[in-house]
């Protein structure tokens, strides 16, 4: 790998948590020059940073002037809460039919529950969204169906994004989403796959502002 691709890698993937984590929020206006200083590099590899995410629709690049960071889409939240839950609610009947991959999976949750606990109590908001998305997917590994697994790997960027604006607008939702993931481990572990989708149905929508439409 050559030094100019490792430095457009690392610039990739710095801009893109930025993004992720919400510190660089939809409708930001961003310079090459802005990265380059905050990362110690020249413009180039930032340059290059920026197109990918460009392609990849993260960004939209304007000449002279700079990137803006796309905003989420509207209807994007409820389209992605929708195709979280078709996956999860599947995973959790799969689990609740297997007494031995409900114990193991329990254990996983409440592994994470623990360090989301203490995420919580250092504020670290980012860190935190990533263990919210981990929580998910733990129960849609133990689904085991990798094409489903796969397709909500490809949701995980766009969640991560979508709870770091929630936790921005809200910061005290920190502590109803711990207690929400309390309550939704409690129920893979009675097997009650009925009461976990009606559950997670709600938690998605309060933690991303849908019940009336959208994000606020």
């Not at 790998?1 to 409708?27: F, T």
């Not at 590899?45 to 990137?67: D, Q, S, T």
């Not at 998910?136 to 909500?152: D, I, K, Q």
């Amino acid at each position: 790998m050559s030094k100019l691709y490792s430095a457009a890698e690392l610039a990739y993937r710095e801009v893109k948590e930025l993004i992720l984590s919400g510190e660089l929020p939809g409708g930001e206006l961003i310079s090459e020059g802005e990265i380059a200083t905050r990362m110690g590099s020249s413009r180039t590899p930032v340059r290059e940073a920026f197109l990918r995410l460009e392609a990849e629709g993260w960004m939209r690049l304007y000449p002279k002037r700079g990137a803006l960071i796309v905003p989420v889409a509207e209807g994007e939240a409820e389209h992605v809460v929708d195709a979280r839950l078709l996956i999860e609610v599947h995973a959790a009947q799969v689990v609740a039919a297997s007494p031995r991959t409900r114990e193991a999976l329990v254990a996983a949750l409440r592994a994470n529950l623990e360090e989301q606990r203490d995420t919580a109590a250092q504020g670290d908001a980012a860190r935190f969204s990533t263990l919210d998305a981990d929580f998910h997917r733990a129960l849609v590994r133990a689904g085991g169906n990798p094409l489903l697994e796969s397709f909500y790997d490809g949701l995980r960027e766009r969640q991560r994004r979508m709870t770091a604006h929630s936790l921005a607008r809200d910061p005290d939702q920190i502590t109803k989403i711990v207690d929400d993931h309390t309550r939704l481990a409690d129920l893979i572990e009675a097997g009650d796959a009925e009461g976990f989708a009606s559950a997670v149905g709600r938690h998605m929508r309060e933690v991303h502002s849908l019940g009336n439409g959208g994000i606020r």
